[in-house]
């Protein structure tokens, strides 16, 4: 794997960290919902179910949970792994911008705005920033 792959996975995991996040909140609002009988419906099968109708949303919701635990986990491995890697470049504004682009998924602007570098300098910190970094993967894998 490429260190352009693993940052995009990265970036990738704490997406979906936030969509399974925002699944679960509404899992857990349908689950705390009663919803009244329904007369307008055919009645296709004879079997009633007996399952109250919100118990279907607290399995869903802990199934959600249960894949979120574990992109948690892989998130933590990944952003440990390009830490100990930032950690060696020497240059401290390279590490800066990669540290806010890449651990603590930042945008470009929110970065530049608080290392109080224009947009241009933080590409170019970025840029050179990736080379560093680059060559650390390389030793390393």
């Known amino acids: 794997m490429t260190l352009k792959e693993k940052l995009s996975e990265l970036k990738m995991l704490n997406n979906k960290i936030y969509k399974h996040k925002d699944l679960i909140s509404y899992f857990e609002k349908k689950s705390n919902s009663i ?20 118990i279907k949303w607290i399995y869903r919701k802990i199934d959600v949970e249960k894949i979120l635990e574990e992109d948690i986990q892989r998130l ?8 100990s890697l930032i950690e060696k ?3 401290y504004d390279y590490k800066n911008v990669l540290i806010s682009r890449y651990l603590l998924f930042m945008t470009f602007d929110e970065i530049s705005s608080i290392i109080h570098y224009s947009a241009s300098s933080v590409f170019r910190f970025h840029r050179e920033g990736l080379i560093e970094l680059e060559k650390e993967y390389k030793k390393k894998y």
């Open 89 to 91: 470049i020497e240059n």
């Open 35 to 54: 919803t009244g009988c329904n007369y307008d419906k055919e009645v296709v099968d004879g079997t009633k179910s007996l399952e109250a109708p919100f």
């Open 76 to 83: 933590k491995i990944g952003i440990k792994e390009i830490n």
